[in-house]
């Protein structure tokens, strides 16, 4: 975040205190930055501190007040709405203090107890408080303001899967059979698709996210939240990667949740057992592209040091898939994630070591990395973070928009009726053409001169259809080449997830 905006943001919250209460406030602390885009700031005067929040992405903060209307009728802890910016991307919260329940247990743990009483008992009052939020809430709440989704549909998951595809697997350069990949994702979604999915499903329900305050957990974050199955936000408490609570815990905790769901949902046991492995191995998925995301792209090497925890939990859950039925095959993703648990690699070091770039091995005749991103002209174009600069950015507004049609919007330039769509327009195929020719009049010049990166970019309105189709358009041109190494990264895919 530029310097600019950093100010912007805090004279703004400024602002709005000043409105709000009548006096300025006497300090204003940036808060350390979360997983997300959001600016938190702690404002304090000589009678109490305020959260200050700044985010650009008013659809989400509209959730957020939504959300959180609905929850303040129920009585459920959640901080409450002090102030709004109706014309501004700022507004003010109930300050929670610092306490979360995962710095509790974390103070607890360095004392040298693994999975102390009063955590355990604070984990008992948050998933006893869940089903509130899943069933009671899930009943009043408004899933029109929900965003990006207004449900952990089919398009969610492949989102969730497919950010794991590109933003783990690639960036860290493990080999995998992509089609049959993709064959096993679209299986896990359809089994998935049969769960339940009328409740109200958190998203990031973690235990960074469940404040302690006067020794009772309050909860924060849930803007991401849309309807779907209660396995979900239950699966991301109990295999929430840093936690890593020791499975005999998550077993109890389970059983704890399962007996307080009786309460809402007579009955509902067996159906939540069969599905709910196949939800804690989607979230783990879902967080290890975060990590990957925020780690290898964004050089924020902090967060690769989630993913030996999270592989620990891929293992755990590989344990008790050997020994019950999991509810559908997956031979190749099974396989994958196999191979990343007893072979992790140079990318994967011991949970506290320094977390490393993984070492890639690249054959002496590939001598030039082409970067091929796909992106929403709403977010910006991609920077190039190699510090090479420059590279080659189109613009495919002008192409035919699948987006228009309603069969479209819920695929991507990846499924197939889109490509066939696109690939017998003309306009594309000149488009194509002409942009291939370019790059690859540049392509032999920059290998001749030893040149290491080159980055092509491809923008539409909402980075969903036509800069994806091309983006792979161009990979597919040039894979033949053995003097490239091409990576290629779709944007929309991180645009719409959450830590």
């Not at 300025?24 to 930055?33: I, K, T």
Request: net charge negative.
């Amino acid at each position: 975040m530029g310097e600019k905006v950093m100010k912007t943001a805090e004279e703004q919250i400024s602002l709005l205190f000043r409105s709000t209460f009548g006096r300025s406030p006497e300090a204003v602390h940036r808060l350390a930055d979360s997983g997300s885009d959001r600016i938190y700031f702690r404002l304090t005067d000589t009678t109490e501190t305020i959260i200050g929040v700044y985010n650009e992405n008013r659809k989400e903060n509209e959730a957020f007040f939504s959300f959180t209307r609905t929850f303040l009728q129920l009585g459920l802890p959640v901080p409450e709405i002090l102030a709004e910016d109706a014309d501004g991307p700022v507004y003010l919260l109930r300050d929670l203090g610092d306490r979360s329940l995962f710095s509790a247990f974390l103070s607890r743990r360095k004392e040298g107890a693994e999975f102390p009483g009063d955590i355990f008992d604070y984990y008992r009052q948050v998933l006893k408080i869940l089903p509130v939020f899943q069933i009671r809430a899930g009943a009043d709440i408004d899933y029109t303001k929900c965003y990006p989704r207004h449900a952990f549909d089919r398009q969610s998951m492949l989102w969730d899967l497919n950010y794991f595809k590109y933003y783990l697997l690639k960036l860290a350069h493990v080999p995998f059979d992509e089609q049959a990949l993709e064959e096993d994702f679209n299986l896990l979604t359809a089994f998935l698709l049969r769960a339940d999915s009328k409740y109200f499903m958190y998203r990031d329900f973690q235990s960074r996210n469940i404040m302690l305050v006067e020794e009772e957990p309050w909860f924060i974050d849930y803007q991401g939240g849309r309807r779907g199955a209660l396995q979900y936000d239950v699966a991301s408490l109990l295999y929430d990667a840093k936690a890593d609570l020791p499975q005999g815990f998550r077993d109890e905790l389970l059983a704890c949740y399962l007996e307080e769901l009786e309460q809402y949902l007579p009955g509902k046991r067996t159906e939540f057992l069969t599905f709910f492995p196949a939800f804690i191995l989607i979230r783990i998925l879902q967080a290890m592209g975060a990590y990957g995301y925020r780690g290898y792209y964004e050089k924020k090497s902090h967060f690769l040091q989630s993913i030996p925890y999270a592989l620990n939990n891929l293992r755990n859950l590989r344990n008790l898939w050997l020994k019950k039925e999991f509810g559908v095959e997956l031979p190749t993703l099974f396989t994958l994630l196999d191979n990343l648990i007893q072979q992790p690699g140079s990318w994967i070091l011991d949970p506290g070591s320094k977390i490393q770039q993984p070492a890639i091995s690249k054959p002496e005749t590939r001598n030039l990395t082409i970067t091929i991103t796909s992106f929403s002209y709403k977010n910006g174009i991609p920077p190039d973070t190699t510090g090479h600069r420059g590279g080659f950015v189109f613009d495919c507004r002008a192409l035919p928009n699948p987006g228009r049609e309603d069969r479209f919007k819920e695929l991507t330039g990846l499924d197939q009726p889109v490509i066939a769509f696109l690939e017998k327009e003309e306009a594309v195929a000149r488009f194509l053409r002409n942009a291939t020719a370019l790059v690859e009049q540049s392509l032999q010049n920059y290998l001749d001169r030893g040149f290491q990166h080159l980055q092509v970019s491809f923008g539409c309105t909402g980075g969903q259809h036509r800069s994806m189709f091309c983006a792979e358009f161009l990979k597919k041109k040039l894979e033949t080449n053995t003097k490239l190494t091409i990576e290629v990264k779709h944007f929309y895919f991180a645009s719409n997830q959450t830590l």
